[in-house]
T-cell receptor
Framework: ETGVTQSPTHLIKTRGQQVTLRCSSQSGHNTVSWYQQALGQGPQFIFQYYREEENGRGNFPPRFSGLQFPNYSSELNVNALELDDSALYLC????????????FGPGTRLTVT | AQTVTQSQPEMSVQEAETVTLSCTYDTSESNYYLFWYKQPPSRQMILVIRQEAYKQQNATENRFSVNFQKAAKSFSLKISDSQLGDTAMYFCAFGGGSQGNLIFGKGTKLSVKP
């Protein structure tokens, strides 16, 4: 069984740029959730995708957008990067709509300068 | 809105001893799930244990067990026979409602000392 993978591991971007983060879900899982984890904090929910449709969204602006592909992998796109976007971005996969038992990838550390 | 509170920012325990991490939550949902996740310095979030709210029996996974008090909205994690590899941040998380997201507490940093 393949676990959740994320790429890249680390990323450094300049304010105003755009970034795309990628996630491959655990085999057999059809739901992907994205979280932002600031230093010293718990993860904050960005959005969830189930069968290529957005199922729910947290309190993040529209410049945070996502996609889920037919193979259930997913992308997180962030436009017009701000310094406060610097964080660890975690992807989690699960099974079913509103699947709560979520398995996380290793995360992408994004630094915005 | 649901909230999760972890009131112990840091804890330490001697190797082989027992430690209990506290978590309280607030919700109006009747059907929900509670989780404890471990995040070591390598940063990958690992699911430690889960509890369904409708189950009265407390969940147990090897050295890890929970004390689920539904009326008090309390969900503590007990780690028995602590090992050096248990050193990590521990997050309590709530799952319920239609969005499918988890709501996390701020975490407790646990240090196991030799």
């Amino acid at each position: 069984e393949t676990g959740v993978t994320q790429s890249p591991t680390h990323l450094i971007k300049t304010r105003g740029q755009q970034v795309t983060l990628r996630c491959s879900s655990q085999s057999g899982h059809n739901t992907v959730s994205w979280y932002q984890q600031a230093l010293g904090q718990g993860p904050q929910f960005i959005f969830q995708y189930y069968r290529e449709e957005e199922n729910g969204r947290g309190n993040f602006p529209p410049r945070f957008s996502g996609l889920q592909f037919p193979n259930y992998s997913s992308e997180l796109n962030v436009n017009a990067l701000e310094l406060d976007d610097s964080a660890l971005y975690l992807c989690a996969s699960s099974l079913g709509l509103a699947g709560y038992e979520q398995y996380f990838g290793p995360g992408t550390r994004l630094t915005v300068t | 809105a649901q909230t999760v509170t972890q009131s112990q920012p840091e804890m330490s325990v001697q190797e082989a001893e027992t430690v209990t991490l506290s978590c309280t939550y607030d919700t109006s949902e009747s059907n929900y799930y509670l989780f404890w996740y471990k995040q070591p310095p390598s940063r990958q979030m690992i699911l430690v244990i889960r509890q369904e709210a409708y189950k009265q029996q407390n969940a147990t996974e090897n050295r890890f067990s929970v004390n689920f008090q539904k009326a008090a909205k309390s969900f503590s994690l007990k780690i028995s026979d602590s090992q050096l590899g248990d050193t990590a941040m521990y997050f309590c998380a709530f799952g319920g409602g239609s969005q499918g997201n988890l709501i996390f507490g701020k975490g407790t940093k646990l240090s196991v000392k030799p």
